[in-house]
């Protein structure tokens, strides 16, 4: 079966510009995640779908962040505008169950997007 | 939050040889799990192990839940399990916390 895919992969604009990523996860995963991951540390939750519906943004800086998923399938993640600290890999994972929360579930990550903001 | 520590944060190793990998974590937990990410960023999901033993090839890990801590074992090495080592938890409906990750080289 096909993985997680993402897009582009590599990405670089300047402070204050907008850049937008896209995931399309494994076919039949209820659960989508987005991830970001630091230079040197552990990849960081931002948001968590369950179908089309928004489980946990906990940690989604909203101010200038966003994420939809639409149809339940594929996902875009939104900056707008970048920050110079906003420079991350942003990871997409799936997982195949509904998790109501709980992320219990063996969860496949996607290649990644690499983010540069000059 | 819950906290993660993982040690040793680098290892470099010879073809072969083998490797424990430590992971403590500061309060309770029901998912764990172990991934591997390679040296071009794709995170594999290694094992889901909240608790007991368990071991795929030359890879195992055992999860002490009442005393906190997990370790994973690599066994005759090889360069292919060169990259970043990390361990996630959460309770509950918690989402996963990742740890720092153990980089882990392995030299021909």
């Known amino acids: 079966e096909a993985g997680v895919a993402q897009s582009p992969r590599y990405k670089i604009i300047e402070k204050r510009q907008s850049v937008a990523f896209w995931c399309n996860p494994i076919?039949?995963?209820?659960?989508l995640y987005w991830y970001q991951q630091i230079l040197g540390q552990g990849p960081k939750l931002l948001i968590q779908?369950?179908?089309?519906?928004?489980?946990?943004d906990s940690q989604l800086p909203k101010d200038r962040f966003s994420a939809e998923r639409l149809k339940g399938v594929d996902s875009t993640l939104k900056i707008q505008p970048a920050k110079l600290e906003d420079s991350a890999v942003y990871l997409c994972?799936?997982?195949?169950?509904?998790?109501?929360?709980?992320?219990?579930?063996?969860?496949?990550f996607g290649p990644g997007t690499r983010l540069l903001v000059l | 939050g819950i906290q993660v520590e993982q040690s040793p944060p680098d290892l470099i190793l010879q073809e072969g040889a083998n490797s424990t990998l430590r992971c403590n974590f500061s309060d309770s937990v029901n998912n764990l799990q172990w991934f591997h990410q390679n040296p071009w960023g794709q995170l594999i999901n290694l094992f889901y192990i909240p608790s007991g033993t368990k071991q795929n090839g030359r890879l195992s890990a055992t999860t002490v839940a009442t005393e906190r801590y997990s370790l994973l074992y690599i066994s005759s090495s090889q360069t292919t399990d060169s990259g970043v080592y990390f361990c996630a938890v959460s309770f509950g409906n918690e989402k996963l916390t990742f740890g720092t990750g153990t980089r882990l080289t392995i030299i021909p």
């Open positions: 779908f369950q179908n089309n519906g928004v489980v946990d």
């Open positions: 076919s039949g995963h209820a659960t």
């Open positions: 994972a799936s997982t195949l169950r509904p998790t109501s929360g709980r992320a219990r579930e063996t969860q496949y």
